[in-house]
C-alpha cells in the first residue's frame, strides 16, 4: 500500500526470492531493481528502511545497517559488491563496521555512529574511505540516519562508489598545478581569457606587469581583459 508522509511517497513492498524468503521493506524515493524485471524512483524522498525478513533483494545503492555495538546487521548485495564481498552474508560475518573502514577515517566514523545513536547530530551525507576486502582504499558517498531495526535504534547507511570520481579530481588538481608550475616558471607574463574575454588566470608576472601585488588582486579588480588595453587598441 501507499500513504503521504511529509509529501513523500512511501511503499511497503513485500519481496520473495526464488527460496520462497521474504523481505518487507518500506521504501522511499530509491530505485529498487530486480522486482519482475521493474524499477520505481520518486523523488520526494532519499531513503529504504529494511523491517523484516530473510529474503533478497537488489537496491541501485549499497545499503548496510549498524547496530550500536558497530556490527553489521544489514547488507544488500551492492554494498557486498562494493566492499568486494560475494554475498552479504559474507559482509555481514566482518567483526565490526570498522573493518570496512580506512584506518584513517575509522575513528571519526564511529564517532558519528555512536553521536547517531545518542543526542548528537552529526552529519548526514559525508565522503569517507572505506576498505575492501582485498585491502584497497576506496571513496564512498554515505547517507546515514537512524532506523528502527526490530524494536532497536540503528543506523542505515546508502553507499555510492565515488573511487573513479575522485581519482578524476586528483588528476584534474595535478593538472592544473603542473600547469601553474610551469606558468610560473617562465618568468614571462601570462593572462588566460574566456570567450567573453574575462581573465580567468594570470600568473605573478602579469600582475606585477599590470600594478598589482598578486594574481588574485588582479583578478579581483579586472572584470574584462579590455580594460588592460589603451583604449586606441582596443
Known amino acids: 500500500g501507499r500513504n503521504k508522509q511529509r509529501d513523500a511517497v512511501v511503499m511497503h513492498i513485500r519481496v520473495e526470492n526464488d527460496r520462497g524468503g521474504l523481505a518487507h521493506i518500506k521504501w522511499r524515493g530509491i530505485a529498487l531493481a530486480n522486482v519482475d ?66 584506518p584513517e577515517d575509522r575513528a571519526r566514523l564511529r564517532d558519528y555512529n555512536e553521536a547517531r545513536l545518542g543526542d548528537r547530530e552529526p552529519p548526514s551525507r559525508y565522503e569517507p574511505r572505506g576498505l575492501r576486502r582485498d585491502g584497497r582504499v576506496i571513496w564512498l558517498q554515505t547517507f546515514a540516519r537512524i532506523v528502527d531495526w526490530e524494536g532497536i535504534p540503528a543506523v542505515q547507511a546508502t553507499l555510492v562508489d565515488i573511487t573513479d570520481q ?69
Open 37 to 102: 524485471g521493474q524499477q520505481w524512483t520518486t523523488p520526494a524522498a532519499d531513503s529504504v528502511e529494511i523491517r523484516a525478513g530473510t529474503g533478497r533483494f537488489d537496491l541501485l545503492q549499497g545499503v548496510l545497517v549498524l547496530g550500536m555495538d558497530w556490527r553489521v546487521i544489514f547488507a544488500n548485495q551492492a554494498a557486498a559488491d562494493i566492499y568486494g564481498y560475494a554475498s552479504p552474508e559474507e559482509l555481514m560475518a566482518v567483526p565490526s563496521g570498522g573493518a570496512l573502514v580506512a
Open 166 to 234: 575522485k581519482a578524476a579530481e586528483e588528476e584534474q588538481h595535478r593538472s592544473e598545478q603542473n600547469f601553474r608550475n610551469l606558468i610560473e616558471g617562465t618568468g614571462l607574463a601570462t593572462l588566460l581569457f574566456d570567450e567573453d574575454w574575462r581573465i580567468v588566470f594570470a600568473n605573478r608576472a602579469a600582475a606585477s606587469l599590470f600594478g598589482y601585488d598578486t594574481p588574485q588582486a588582479l583578478l579581483a579588480a579586472v572584470r574584462s581583459g579590455a580594460e588592460l588595453v589603451y583604449e586606441e587598441d582596443r
